[in-house]
């Protein structure tokens, strides 16, 4: 069930109409949120929430008995237990295929030949987030930044919060533990906040990131030899891809959230403003020559992410330094399309790192937002990609 489907518009609307009935007394608020939350999760595959089971039961009691005991070496080996388990279920899933294969190699280059063994399972959605999110809470007890919470199902909803559960954003239990346990209070200026990042969420994905993946796709699914030109600008248009693909995700997550009266963490903060590597990291989770420098270093590196294989890396680098070509038709025709798919982005994220606000087109005046909103209604409506395509993250 994808943010940028039929399907979830209509489980939101019923969850949120569920939501506005029930109350935060006798929690039955968020016992509504835990069961909606599975059944979310469960409508890609059922057998994934066994997964989601173990480590709401591994961590919730590995928190407790942290928390409880005062020697050290007790609240070591009850951490201990909670990271390996944790990640021994995320190596086996989601790198057993990749080490096989590796070994195999290393065999083949002493003349050994093997055949790897690769287990026919699926690649449980969003494991690597609710992990690294159940592990967080066990580390914070442990640190003795929070204490554990002495209800399963709060925890339990922690663990499986729809919005972000698949993709992210990777919460801290002290930051949104609390927000379960405490009555939320909604209003209806958190209700337009979240219609806003909705609506700019979708966007970022299905007329921007979906949209560049027709780009894109082609140019890394070709053989070489390889236009240099394309190469980069289908490298500069993966940049933005990847961008309003993880960007629109968490935005998205972020809205439904803010309806809810949940404040979910920014994980995106205008990133290809940052001036160093540094501060990209800090800006992706959470001057202009050297942004442009900054930019060119990360685009570089998505080249080598996106490519299928180092031979690809390699034959694509070599393009850019020996086969490079400014004047072509459809060189030209490839660029103006990446402008017109990222022009509205640039344009707005602009507007919000000048303002330092990345809420700016919502407190603007009601001209401002008539036209944005009309513009952007216009490029989803008669433009937008259509077919749901998956989010990126869904893969890690």
Partial sequence: MLFNSIQFGAFFIIVFCLYLALRHKFKWQNRMLLVASYIFYGSWDW?????????????????????????????????????????????????????????????????????????????????????????????????????????????????????QLVAGPIERARHLLPQILSPRKLSLDKFYEGCYLLFWGLFMKVFVADNLATIVNPIFAAGAPYSGTEVLLASYAFAFQILCDFAGYSTIARGLGKCMGFDIMVNFNLPYFAANPSEFWQRWHGSSVRIGFSFQLVCLGYLIFRASSITQTYNMLISILTNFQLHSVGLEHMASQIVFYIGVLVVVQIVQYCKNDQMIILKSNILVKAIFYCICFYLLIMFGAGGGQEFIYFQF
């Fill in 47 to 163: 057998r994934f929430l066994s997964l989601i089971f173990i480590s709401t039961i591994l961590d919730y009691f590995c928190g407790i008995k942290i928390h409880k005991s005062t020697e050290l070496h007790i609240r070591k080996r009850f951490l201990f237990l909670s990271i390996f388990i944790n990640l021994s279920i995320l190596g086996f899933f989601k790198y057993f295929g990749f080490f096989t294969s590796s070994l195999a190699d290393l065999f083949s280059l002493f003349g050994l030949l093997i055949q790897p063994y690769f287990l026919k399972v699926i690649l449980p959605i969003g494991i690597s987030f609710y992990t690294f999110q159940t592990m967080s809470y066990t580390i914070d007890i442990y640190r003795k930044q929070m204490q554990p919470t002495s209800n399963f199902l709060d925890f339990a909803l922690f663990v499986a919060f729809f919005p």
